[in-house]
């Protein structure tokens, strides 16, 4: 069964763009993956320091493979984690 995860991400103000390209690299690799059917971050129009990430994997376990290679975490510096605000919110649906 197909996943559909919707992550919401509240930057720094005017800290977009930067999180963007530190984010960019990761989102290109796992666009690759088998498995992956949607990962594409977007800027929210009427606040720009909200963003959201859409994904659609095949299913659970192709999901969960492709992060736990490409995604370290928070603390991962290859990611400007230290620009959000809180934890994202993160919402699962099964498609």
Same mark, same amino acid.
């Given at each position: 069964? +197909?996943? $559909? ?12 763009? +930067? ?11 796992? $666009? ?28 659970? +376990? ?17 990611? +400007? ?8 919110? $993160?919402? $699962?649906?099964?498609?």
């Amino acid at each position: 069964m +197909a996943i $559909r995860q919707v992550i919401t991400f509240r930057v720094q103000r005017g800290a977009a763009q +930067a999180f963007i390209d530190g984010f960019g690299p990761i989102i290109d690799k796992v $666009r690759g993956e088998d498995g992956c059917e949607q990962y594409e971050l977007f800027v929210g129009h009427s606040d720009p320091d909200v963003l959201v990430m859409l994904e659609r994997w095949r299913d659970v +376990a192709a999901m969960q493979g492709t992060l736990a290679k490409h995604y370290k975490g928070p603390d991962d510096p290859s990611v +400007a984690f230290s620009m959000v605000e809180g934890p994202p919110t $993160r919402e $699962r649906y099964e498609v």
